[in-house]
């Protein structure tokens, strides 16, 4: 005789009101405020199901619901659930819980050569004994010539080589050999397979219609796919074209996903959301959101003379169009991401000085591994500004942020105050290519790298700056206390403000770079290349360069050129800078060269 069900949650504070009202930073007044989940799906005669998405890690939390029956509505409250086992939580305490994550929480135990793939990229992994040098090569199963593949990264502190292979095809198998060089000359080969990704796999096709009932092809109301659960053979592809979720702010997320394998959402249009559009919860693995819009999403609130935006005496920050928290092989691809309602204010202010962005997001991102962001826009506007485009969770830990064998390319991102895509964590083979940046503080964060090896490739980063009128750089580095490596290799950086920065993270500005075939222009003619770390990892060459230089470490085939006369470079003005390089049509956006 059930007939409908509602489930609400709060926080268990176990303080009084006082303690929260101390200070204008306060993140814990929710403890006030209940908070609706999404209306639970009934799955069985007596069996209805739900989740709630971004709860607090090991916090205590009150549960009420209402139950309709037979006409008469009761409700049940007072049910405290402790011990949230999946951290599926709020920035503070996750943050905080993670950064305490140890560098074996990230490594893979590779005795035998370990391939990690994705669509079309492969990350390889080689433990060693006693090896001074490695090399790589590859093949299409079946072909008969190999490859090389680039010079493998080696952690002499944990005795791994470590690398990718990429520019690869999806759906295919491939053969890797490593052959492992040891100090008394002789040699160890080791051999493996795997094939990547399937761009397009066999599917079972549902529709939006087979889980709701949908009237115009709108509704107006928060949705969930809990459990739904496909096989690697059969994927379930649930295409909602031409159907939109229009959620309203009553429930933290407009759709969630949760315990969900080998599951497609395709084109579904999604509007609102009190915190996030889309969110994949702690459980996904083998979920792919394809074709999106998502818009509306994220808090209002009043600003402070801070710079920051409040709700309920609580700053705005990390709402954002997509969640993925604590998933495995989770693709984002083809959205729309757009128009937040959350705004971001820019570092410093009519009222404030250094204070750092707090807002809404593209996308935030933790995922456990196996994460791919491509061929997304993400565009914020001048009013409605991102913090970030894809923001990293938990920076500065092992786990957090890009932690492992994540892909993030193809984007077009655009209109934020911070970072257009941050990695800042463990970045364990992260690839980051072929992405379109702008209109940010800086294009591409890597602080810290703590694992590496990442890669940054073929991306273009210009026209950058903030609605304050900060100039904007292209990469910004540091906080590398480890001896990871980020290889950057035939970018287009043409920013008005340092081209590749480096930043105090964990008390170092150190940081590794390998260079090769980029174009690093200032357009100020300012600062180029900064680092106050002159190491050995460090290895730039072939890369042109106008701009003034603090230890970019040339390897005698750059091209580099300043706006000052001095006895090492020759001065140029931009313009003759513009017109060696030859862009197609720069003034417009168009970085090809001719």
Not at 387 to 415: K, L, M, P
Request: proline fraction near 2%; glycine fraction near 10%.
């Amino acid at each position: 005789g059930v007939t409908d069900v509602d489930v609400w949650y709060m926080p268990v504070s176990g303080k009084e009101d006082s303690v929260f009202n101390t200070t204008v930073y306060n993140r814990n007044m929710e403890h006030r405020y209940w908070q609706k989940a999404i209306k639970p799906i009934k799955t069985g005669n007596k069996t209805y199901k739900g989740s709630l998405p971004f709860l607090r890690t090991a916090t205590s939390y009150k549960i009420k619901y209402a139950i309709t029956k037979d006409g008469k509505t009761t409700i049940y409250k007072d049910v405290k659930y402790s011990g949230y086992s999946n951290p599926t939580t709020s920035e503070a305490v996750l943050t905080t819980a993670k950064a305490a994550s140890a560098k074996t929480d990230i490594l893979y135990t590779a005795t035998d050569l370990t391939l990690v793939p994705t669509y079309e990229n492969i990350g390889y992994y080689i433990d060693y004994e006693d090896a001074v040098s490695c090399t790589v090569t590859y093949r299409k199963s079946g072909d008969t010539a190999w490859k090389n593949a680039y010079t493998p990264y080696n952690d002499t502190v944990e005795k791994q080589f470590r690398g990718s292979i990429v520019k690869l095809e999806d759906n295919t198998t491939y053969e890797v050999k490593a052959v492992l060089s040891a100090s008394d000359n002789t040699t160890t080969e080791k051999t493996a397979t795997v094939t990547t990704w399937n761009d397009a796999p066999t599917v079972t096709a549902k529709k939006l219609t087979d889980y709701y009932t949908v009237t115009d092809n709108k509704i107006s109301q928060p949705i969930q796919f809990v459990g739904i659960k496909g096989s690697a053979d059969n994927w379930i592809e649930i295409d909602c074209t031409g159907y939109s979720v229009e959620a309203g702010y009553n429930t933290t997320a407009a759709v969630a996903l949760d315990d969900c394998e080998y599951v497609i959402l395709k084109g579904l249009t999604v509007k609102g959301g009190y915190r996030f559009g889309i969110a994949v919860n702690a459980g996904c693995s083998n979920v792919r959101l394809s074709g999106c819009d998502i818009s509306s999403f994220g808090r209002t609130g009043i600003q402070h003379e801070n710079g920051w935006y409040y709700r309920d005496a609580t700053p705005i920050n990390y709402d954002a169009g997509v969640l993925l928290i604590d998933g495995s092989n989770i693709t984002v691809e083809d959205c729309y991401i757009h128009d937040s309602r959350a705004m971001t204010n820019a570092w410093s202010g009519a009222t404030w000085e250094s204070t750092h962005p707090n807002g809404s997001a593209g996308i935030v991102y933790d995922v456990d591994n196996g994460c791919v962001i491509r061929n997304n826009r993400i565009i914020g506007n001048a009013t409605h500004r991102f913090n970030d485009g894809i923001e990293s969770f938990s920076n500065g830990s092992y786990v957090g942020g890009a932690a492992r064998d994540t892909d993030i390319y193809s984007n077009t991102i655009q209109y934020g105050q911070d970072d257009a895509i941050e990695l800042d964590g463990g970045q364990m083979n992260t690839r980051v290519y072929k992405n379109k940046l702008s209109q940010f503080l800086c294009g591409i964060s890597i602080v810290p790298n703590l694992c590496g090896p990442s890669y940054v490739f073929e991306n273009e980063i210009s026209n950058m700056g903030t609605d304050a009128g900060n100039n904007g750089k292209a990469l910004k580095a540091g906080g590398s206390e480890s001896d990871s490596v980020t290889y950057v290799f035939n970018n287009t950086f043409f920013v008005n403000g340092v081209v590749v920065e480096n930043t105090t993270y964990g008390g170092t500005e150190e940081y590794n770079l390998v260079t090769r075939n980029n174009i690093f222009v200032n357009t100020y003619g300012g600062g180029c290349y900064k680092n106050t770390f002159d190491g050995a990892l460090n290895d730039n060459n072939y890369d042109f360069c106008f701009g003034n230089y603090v230890n970019y470490q040339n390897g005698g085939s750059s091209m580099l050129y300043t706006a000052m006369q001095t006895d090492s470079f020759e001065k140029k003005s931009i313009e003759q800078i513009k017109d060696m390089l030859a862009f197609t049509d720069a003034e417009n956006g168009d970085f090809t060269l001719k």
